[in-house]
């Protein structure tokens, strides 16, 4: 078992940045191979936006050059540094992990608004 807790969303101008925490604990932590960040704004669907695994990062588009992922394995923590947000980014995001037997595990979600 794996539970996953965010921290850090909250209110933010456009242009400002946030730094979303993510950290794991449980049983099974050690056998987390993926982790990452989703977001779901209103209306629709979950999408991906930055997964670290293996030391390889993948970004969605909408995010290239703004958001950077970063992961601590030793302390199972993973991060998520936005800048340059825009009220586009405006969503509930949540912390993703996977294990090396596939299950995923999904963290409660933090909101994260960007308005002026």
């Known amino acids: 078992q794996v539970q996953l807790v965010e921290s850090g969303g909250g209110l933010v101008q456009p242009g400002g940045s946030l730094r979303l925490s993510c950290a794991a604990s449980g049983r099974s932590i050690f056998s987390i191979d993926d982790m990452g960040w989703y977001r779901q704004a209103p209306g629709k669907q979950r999408e991906l936006v930055a997964l670290?695994?293996?030391?390889?990062?993948n970004y969605a588009d909408s995010v290239k050059e703004r958001f950077t992922i970063s992961r601590d394995s030793a302390k199972n923590n993973v991060y998520l540094q936005m800048n340059s947000l825009k009220p586009e980014d405006t969503a509930v995001y949540y912390c993703?992990?996977?294990?090396?037997?596939?299950?995923?595990?999904w963290g409660q979600g933090t909101q994260v608004t960007v308005s002026s």
């Open positions: 670290t695994s293996g030391g390889v990062t």
């Open positions: 993703y992990a996977r294990t090396t037997y596939l299950r995923a595990y």
